[in-house]
């Protein structure tokens, strides 16, 4: 079955300064990858998205992620985070073992932005 | 347009009662999900359906049961509830069947077996 790790379960970190979040997943075939964002007290809603073609995918609010399929990844990445940017952040997947109809969730990444 | 709307927002159980939780959407999609999200383990696929008079098994099915009578609405029920189900439940849809890749999540529904 498909299946997501995310390695950091929470990050600090201060106004402007970068953001990488990491994501791999398991499927070595066709996937699309996701990464969802929930804000404090709200829910879940879409960052970005990659089904094919530039592996570069840009997203909502500055963020960006970049799939390397050597590598199982699709880490989100933003230069400059702001405090309203505090959130969990989900990667996901879905892939043919599990069915397209089916989304696979890591374990979220919370991100807590210092002013 | 409300989008997805999951009633009740905050349940308190009892062991062993029962509860239905109500997923409706506006949005004319096929598919609908039920996840449960507890901390530290993400999203969890409990049932979800692709299409009216359909349901299929998620990751973690046990416990739960599923009826989608109605292409809006997706019902999840907890015949017999555990302190193990005590958990945030988030129903989702999506028009494409993640070719689309968008799922559309109702705000959550909080629910405490003590």
């Known amino acids: 079955a498909q299946s997501v790790s995310q390695h950091n379960h929470h990050v600090i970190l201060s106004e402007a300064a970068s953001l990488e979040l990491g994501c791999n997943y398991s499927?070595?075939?066709?996937?699309?990858l996701f990464w969802y964002v929930q804000y404090p007290g709200q829910h879940l809603q879409l960052l970005l998205k990659?089904?094919?073609?530039?592996?570069l995918v840009k997203g909502i609010k500055g963020f960006e992620a970049e799939f390397i399929k050597s590598k199982f990844s699709f880490n989100l990445r933003k230069p400059s985070v702001q405090w309203s940017d505090t959130a969990e952040y989900f990667c996901?997947?879905?892939?043919?073992?599990?069915?397209?109809?089916?989304?696979?969730f890591g374990t979220g990444t919370k991100l807590q932005v210092i002013p | 347009n409300a989008g997805v709307t999951q009633t009740p927002k905050f349940r308190v159980l009892k062991t062993g009662q029962s509860m239905t939780l109500l997923c409706a959407q506006d949005?004319?999609?096929?598919?609908m999900y039920w996840y449960r999200q507890d901390p530290g383990m993400g999203l969890r696929l409990i049932h979800y359906?692709?299409?009216?008079?359909?349901?299929a098994k998620g990751e973690v099915p046990d416990g739960y049961n599923v009826s989608r009578l109605k292409k809006q609405n997706f019902l999840l029920g907890l015949e017999s509830a555990a302190p193990s189900q005590t958990s945030v439940y988030f129903c989702?849809?999506?028009?494409?069947?993640?070719?689309?890749?968008?799922?559309?999540f109702g705000e959550g529904s909080r629910l405490t077996v003590l």
């Open positions: 359906s692709v299409g009216e008079g359909t349901t």
């Open positions: 990659y089904f094919s073609g530039d592996p």
């Open positions: 949005m004319n999609h096929e598919y």
């Open positions: 996901a997947v879905n892939a043919p073992p599990g069915g397209y109809q089916k989304v696979t």
């Open positions: 989702a849809s999506d028009g494409e069947g993640g070719f689309a890749g968008e799922l559309f």
């Open positions: 499927y070595g075939g066709t996937v699309n």
